[in-house]
C-alpha cells in the first residue's frame, strides 16, 4: 500500500498554479470539507487537500462517496476564478475533463457522463464535485472535490458498493496492476490546471467542444429532476421549483416521492 505523500505528488507535477500547497491528511470528514476551514482562513488558490480516506465523503444530492483507506484518490482544489456564478458548471465539466486526461495518460480511454461524472467502458470510475461560495453573483471560491477509484479490488468494489456495484469500476480493475496514488495525483493537477489556464485564455467554446467529444451525446437517457412540484400551467405541464429558486415545466415524465434521507445515503 502506498503512501500519500505531498513531495511525491510534487515530484509528479510541474504545475505553476494548483498544488504549490498540499496538505496530505490521513482520515479526514471531508476533504472539501477540511478545504472549505483552510478557504475561509484565507488559503491561497491552488491549495490542495488530499486524504488517505474520508469518513463524510460527499458526492452530489447529498449523496455518500465511500471512502476506504489506502486505495482510492481523495482530493480537492481551491480555485478562485474570477466568473460569475454560472460558469460554476462549466468548471464541473473540466474537471471530470482533467480526470478523463489523467486516466488517458494511464493508457485507458475515459469518457465523462453529464454532470460529473468519469466513466470506463460504461463504469463509473470518478466523480467530481463543485462547491462554491458566491458574492454579487461572482464566485469567491470554487471547490472542486475529485474522488477517483484507483486501487480498489472487485471485491471490495462489490461488498462496498452495493447494488452500485455493477456499474463501477477502478483503474486497477482495468489496467491489473496497482496504480501510485502520488504519481496519479501529481498528473491531475497537471492536467486540471492546463484546462483551467486554457479555460481563462481562450474561454469556454474549447472545452465544451472537447466534453461533447468524450460524452454520451445520441444516447438515449432518463433525466432526474428534484425540487417542489409548485402547480400545473395552463397545457397541463407540471410546474417544478427547482433548490436555485428558477422553476421548469415538465411536459413528459414521472413523478417519484422523494427518497427518505437514509436511503439518500447509499450510493
Ligand atoms: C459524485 O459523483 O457525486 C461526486 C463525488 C465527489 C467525491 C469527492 S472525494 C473528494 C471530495 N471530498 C468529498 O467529500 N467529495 C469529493
Redesign the pocket.
Same mark, same amino acid.
Given at each position: 500500500m502506498d503512501q500519500l505523500d505531498a513531495d511525491a505528488i510534487k515530484r509528479a507535477t510541474q504545475t505553476q498554479l494548483l498544488g504549490q500547497e498540499i496538505d496530505v491528511q490521513g482520515e479526514v470528514d471531508?476533504?472539501?470539507?477540511a478545504l472549505l476551514r483552510r478557504a475561509q482562513a484565507g488559503a491561497l488558490e491552488g491549495t490542495v487537500v488530499i486524504a488517505d480516506s474520508?469518513t463524510?465523503?460527499? %458526492?452530489? =444530492?447529498g *449523496?455518500l462517496?465511500i471512502?476506504p483507506p489506502g486505495v482510492n484518490l481523495? =482530493?480537492?482544489v481551491l480555485l478562485k476564478p474570477p466568473f460569475h456564478i454560472r460558469e460554476a458548471h462549466v468548471l464541473t465539466l473540466l474537471g471530470s475533463l482533467a480526470v478523463a486526461d489523467t486516466i488517458e495518460a494511464h493508457g485507458v480511454t475515459a469518457q465523462v457522463k453529464w454532470p460529473?461524472?468519469v466513466l470506463v467502458a460504461g463504469k *463509473?470510475i470518478?466523480?467530481? =464535485?463543485s462547491e462554491v461560495e458566491a458574492a454579487d453573483g461572482h464566485i469567491g471560491h470554487l471547490i472542486l %472535490?475529485? %474522488?477517483v477509484n484507483l486501487n480498489l479490488e472487485r471485491h471490495s468494489i462489490d461488498s462496498l458498493l452495493g447494488t452500485e456495484a455493477a456499474r463501477a469500476t477502478s483503474l486497477q480493475e482495468v489496467l491489473g496492476h496497482v496504480i501510485d496514488r502520488n504519481v496519479f495525483a501529481g498528473m491531475l493537477l497537471e492536467k486540471l490546471e492546463a484546462r483551467y489556464l486554457a479555460f481563462q485564455a481562450k474561454g469556454r467554446q474549447p472545452l465544451l467542444t472537447e466534453w461533447r467529444k468524450r460524452s454520451f451525446l445520441g444516447s438515449r437517457v432518463t433525466v432526474r429532476v428534484e425540487g417542489i412540484a409548485k402547480d400545473i400551467d395552463e397545457e397541463g405541464c407540471l410546474l417544478v421549483t427547482l433548490d436555485d429558486g428558477s422553476t421548469i415545466r415538465v411536459r413528459e415524465g414521472e413523478v417519484l416521492p422523494l427518497p427518505r434521507a437514509r436511503e439518500l445515503q447509499s450510493r
Amino acid at each position: 500500500m502506498d503512501q500519500l505523500d505531498a513531495d511525491a505528488i510534487k515530484r509528479a507535477t510541474q504545475t505553476q498554479l494548483l498544488g504549490q500547497e498540499i496538505d496530505v491528511q490521513g482520515e479526514v470528514d471531508s476533504t472539501s470539507a477540511a478545504l472549505l476551514r483552510r478557504a475561509q482562513a484565507g488559503a491561497l488558490e491552488g491549495t490542495v487537500v488530499i486524504a488517505d480516506s474520508q469518513t463524510a465523503g460527499h %458526492g452530489r =444530492l447529498g *449523496k455518500l462517496w465511500i471512502s476506504p483507506p489506502g486505495v482510492n484518490l481523495y =482530493l480537492s482544489v481551491l480555485l478562485k476564478p474570477p466568473f460569475h456564478i454560472r460558469e460554476a458548471h462549466v468548471l464541473t465539466l473540466l474537471g471530470s475533463l482533467a480526470v478523463a486526461d489523467t486516466i488517458e495518460a494511464h493508457g485507458v480511454t475515459a469518457q465523462v457522463k453529464w454532470p460529473n461524472d468519469v466513466l470506463v467502458a460504461g463504469k *463509473k470510475i470518478a466523480g467530481v =464535485l463543485s462547491e462554491v461560495e458566491a458574492a454579487d453573483g461572482h464566485i469567491g471560491h470554487l471547490i472542486l %472535490g475529485i %474522488g477517483v477509484n484507483l486501487n480498489l479490488e472487485r471485491h471490495s468494489i462489490d461488498s462496498l458498493l452495493g447494488t452500485e456495484a455493477a456499474r463501477a469500476t477502478s483503474l486497477q480493475e482495468v489496467l491489473g496492476h496497482v496504480i501510485d496514488r502520488n504519481v496519479f495525483a501529481g498528473m491531475l493537477l497537471e492536467k486540471l490546471e492546463a484546462r483551467y489556464l486554457a479555460f481563462q485564455a481562450k474561454g469556454r467554446q474549447p472545452l465544451l467542444t472537447e466534453w461533447r467529444k468524450r460524452s454520451f451525446l445520441g444516447s438515449r437517457v432518463t433525466v432526474r429532476v428534484e425540487g417542489i412540484a409548485k402547480d400545473i400551467d395552463e397545457e397541463g405541464c407540471l410546474l417544478v421549483t427547482l433548490d436555485d429558486g428558477s422553476t421548469i415545466r415538465v411536459r413528459e415524465g414521472e413523478v417519484l416521492p422523494l427518497p427518505r434521507a437514509r436511503e439518500l445515503q447509499s450510493r
